[in-house]
């Protein structure tokens, strides 16, 4: 049997009503079991967990390095791609209170890494910052679709599949 696109009617009805554009915390060596480039997991206990659906366009940030400490200089945006697939995994986590959680994995497709100079990656965390949803600590941010835009520039059109840049 073919596993459901779709693992709830929400995510069907925001993949079909809307775009969407998040910026998602990747965090080496932590507890998810992320693959770079092929699945970031998260669970129903992240803030905005719900907006992780089919279609929606991602971009990668880190704030700590490989031995956790903090990034000089703030946010590394170093990826972003397309979400093909999202749902639960079937597995349950347990949150540092002792509070039980419903683990979740996103599928990745079209991805691609990103190179910002220190200027654009400055002028980038100052538009993130300025957001009034904006939360360092929430791992899953909703972006407006013309900071996604001006993050990725020019190479958008490879995310959607509309052909290669010139």
């Known amino acids: 049997m ?3 696109r779709f693992s709830n009617f929400h995510s069907f009805l925001l993949s079909r009503c809307e775009d969407i554009y998040l910026l998602l915390l990747q965090r ?5 079991n992320d ?7 998260y669970g129903d206990n992240v803030f905005n967990y719900r907006k992780i659906v089919p279609g929606a366009r991602v971009i990668f ?18 990826a972003y791609g397309k979400i093909s697939i999202a749902n639960d995994t079937g597995e349950k986590g347990k949150t540092l209170e002792g509070k039980d959680y ?13 190179d910002l100079d220190e200027s654009k990656r400055t002028a980038v965390e100052n538009k993130v910052k300025a957001l009034a949803n904006f939360n360092r600590q929430n791992a899953i941010i909703p972006l407006p679709n013309d900071l ?3 993050i990725v520039g020019n190479e958008k059109k490879l995310v959607e599949g509309e052909g290669s840049v010139q």
């Not at 693959?35 to 997991?41: I, L, R, V, W």
């Not at 940030?61 to 170093?78: A, C, H, Q, S, Y």
Request: proline fraction near 4%; avoid cysteine; glycine fraction near 8%.
């Open 35 to 41: 693959k770079e480039g092929e699945k970031y997991e």
């Open 2 to 4: 073919e596993a459901p």
């Open 148 to 150: 996604y835009d001006f």
């Open 102 to 114: 419903d683990k979740k994995v996103a599928y990745l497709s079209n991805y691609r890494e990103l």
């Open 61 to 78: 940030r880190r704030t700590r390095d490989e031995k956790g400490n903090r990034l000089k200089g703030g946010m590394k945006f170093f």
């Open 28 to 32: 080496p060596n932590s507890n998810w």
